[in-house]
């Protein structure tokens, strides 16, 4: 059974960094890119990053270009997603997405940034 | 980037009824589309990919179909476990784009 874990949100302060993990199991994670996507409350998806499943390529949404950096580690079949600078309209329940198409989505993590 | 523009924005249907979302790319994507549903305090589960092929354990009510720029998803005989929200997104290029969703309820 493919399972995604989230973990590593919380509340933070504008201008904080903070780093998510994605744990993957139940399928061959060194073979899948891995995305990340997010949702404000109540609003729709937004989708954020993606890494191929060898990490030679990475794309990012401009609306967090500079400030986002994902990463893996095929041995610990962990995705990252480390955060800085953040911002108030980063707050959102944060997503893993296995593959090109996102056939399997974690439960979410969220992260608040309010002063 | 390409927009994804998703219709309608709500849906009221009966029980049985059959029910049509459609999306609308701003470009050809040549099938790279897949349509979420998100059921209230859950994570989205892929219903279909590649436009039309069905995932592992969806419902056959459930089809998608479409090409180029405009994509559609079917529920036939409308159950009430399909209550939920439905995104279309494309996946042909980046940055990956979503359409705004689709809210579904029973009438």
């Known amino acids: 059974e493919v399972q995604l874990v989230e973990s590593g949100g919380g509340l933070v302060k504008p201008g904080s960094s903070l780093k998510l993990s994605c744990v993957a199991s139940g399928f061959t994670f060194s073979s899948y890119g891995m995305h990340w996507i997010r949702q404000a409350p109540k609003k729709g998806l937004e989708w954020i990053a993606l890494?191929?499943?060898?990490?030679?390529?990475?794309y990012y949404a401009d609306s967090v270009k500079g400030r986002f950096t994902i990463s893996r580690d095929n041995s610990k079949n962990t995705l990252y997603l480390e955060m800085n600078s953040l911002r108030s309209e980063d707050t959102a329940m944060y997503y893993c997405?296995?593959?090109?198409?996102?056939?399997?989505w974690g439960q979410g993590v969220m992260v608040t940034v309010s002063s | 980037d390409i927009q994804m523009t998703q219709s309608p924005a709500s849906l009221s249907a009966s029980l049985g009824e059959t029910v049509t979302i459609e999306c609308r790319a701003s470009e050809d994507i040549y099938n790279g589309l897949a349509w979420y549903q998100q059921k209230p305090g859950k994570s989205p589960q892929l219903l279909i990919y590649?436009?039309?092929s069905l995932h592992t354990g969806v419902p056959s009510r459930f089809s998608g179909s479409g090409s180029g720029t405009q994509y559609s998803l079917k529920i036939n005989s409308l159950q009430s476990e399909d209550v939920a929200s439905y995104f279309c997104?494309?996946?042909?290029?980046?940055?990956?784009?979503f359409g705004s969703g689709t809210k579904l309820e029973i009438k």
């Open positions: 997104q494309q996946y042909y290029n980046y940055p990956l784009t």
């Open positions: 590649n436009a039309n």
């Open positions: 890494i191929y499943y060898d990490s030679s390529n990475k």
């Open positions: 997405a296995k593959s090109e198409f996102g056939d399997y």
